[in-house]
Nanobody, 126 residues
Framework: QVQLVESGGGLVQAGGSLRLSCAASGRTIGLFKMGWFRQAPGKEREFVAVTDWSGGSTAYSDSVKGRFTISRDNAQSTLYLQMNSLKPEDTAVYYC???????????????????WGQGTQVTVSS
């Protein structure tokens, strides 16, 4: 089993920055991809960013590209999401997720991810 625990959420003004962390524990070998999703009230969970095991392959949603950066520290079994130039529409619960297979056709589908964290709230005020 794998446990994922997010931290770093909070309240920030528009234009500000936050860094989310996701600590992984348990059987982390084989977690070939790790990603971030978010869910705003009344909306479906949406893909934000993903990285492969090495960090050499990453992908972002169009809505965050150029503002958010995903990275991972395998020595610390930790995933990060640096969020800059935050907007009110970034307000959501952010979830860390992990899966065992990288799809060259895309890694946007939540169903591809077996393990999920409990989420951390990010609120951006205007």
């Amino acid at each position: 089993q794998v446990q994922l625990v997010e931290s770093g959420g909070g309240l920030v003004q528009a234009g500000g920055s936050l860094r989310l962390s996701c600590a992984a524990s348990g059987r982390t070998i084989g977690l070939f991809k790790m990603g971030w999703f978010r869910q705003a009230p009344g909306k479906e969970r949406e893909f934000v960013a993903v990285t492969d095991w090495s960090g050499g392959s990453t992908a972002y949603s169009d809505s965050v590209k150029g503002r958010f950066t995903i990275s991972r520290d395998n020595a610390q079994s930790t995933l990060y999401l640096q969020m800059n130039s935050l907007k009110p529409e970034d307000t959501a619960v952010y979830y860390c997720a992990a899966g065992s297979q990288w799809y060259y056709s895309g890694n946007y589908d939540p169903l591809q991810y077996r393990y999920w964290g409990q989420g951390t709230q990010v609120t951006v005020s205007s």
